[in-house]
């Protein structure tokens, strides 16, 4: 058993099955693992390996048919809707692929929205808001909208409201597959940053360069951890 103290997160004896047209679909088979705190993981597996599925249950998106999922030495694996809500808002952090930004929003209030439903008043909200923009390099977009930023600016204030709530733990999920190479490059050189500041951050990837920049791998297939590795530098 891993010790609570020091361990973000511990997967035991993980399953998941899908009903699918009278068929039961194994999307995750007997998963356990442990990640420490301020670990950097990528998740990797060919489509239908079940790392998206993995993804789901580590942001309490989904729960697992079987087995336990501890965040934070907290059991959520039996939680309802409304308490696993209230986790993901106060103690996680998602970066999307697509960025999932507000497009009537500014980046201010991009990133502090989490805030409005965690009840800060306005004024606290924008400066939280004010020193994540300058955090991420956006200090002179604050009221800019999403469409007026490049793909890669528009991750940056996804990172930036990942943040707000000070998470946990990072879930980021493709972070760089919307951008181009060297725009992708800054993304992960930010993640890394973030993660050296002691970030716990957990990131499904297909890319081998991208996941280069995590200190540990899990790589699955049919719904199984085939390996463990930690990345060498």
Not at 29 to 44: C, D, K, L, Y
Not at 147 to 156: D, I, N, P, T, V
Not at 173 to 189: C, H, V
Request: proline letters at 3%; hydrophobic letters at 40%; one cysteine or more.
């Amino acid at each position: 058993m891993a010790d609570s103290a020091q361990t973000t997160v511990e997967v035991r004896g993980v399953r998941k099955v899908y009903p699918m047209g009278g068929q039961e679909v194994r999307a995750l088979n007997g998963v356990s693992f442990a990640i420490r705190r301020g670990a950097f993981w990528a998740i990797m597996g060919p489509s239908g390996s079940g790392k998206s599925t993995l993804l789901n249950l580590l942001g309490c998106l989904d729960r697992p048919t079987e087995g336990t999922y501890l965040l934070n030495g907290i059991d959520v694996s039996d939680l309802g809707d409304t308490e696993l809500s209230d986790i993901r808002l106060k103690h996680l952090g998602f970066i999307f692929q697509s960025f999932n930004l507000i497009p009537q929003l500014t980046v201010e209030e991009n990133i502090a929205l989490p805030l409005y439903y965690l009840g800060w008043d306005a004024r606290s909200s924008a400066k939280r808001a004010r020193e994540l923009a300058g955090r991420v390099g956006l200090a002179d977009r604050l009221q800019h909208r999403p469409r007026e930023l490049s793909g890669g600016q528009q991750q940056r204030v996804a990172i930036a409201r990942s943040l707000v709530n000070d998470p946990v733990l990072l879930l980021a999920d493709e972070p760089t597959g919307n951008l181009d190479s060297a725009t992708g490059a800054d993304i992960m050189r930010l993640l890394g940053e973030l993660n050296g500041q002691g970030k716990t951050i957990i990131m499904v990837t297909h890319e081998a360069d991208v996941a280069a920049h995590a200190g540990h791998q899990l790589h699955m297939r049919d719904g199984l951890i085939e390996r463990l590795e930690e990345v060498r530098r």
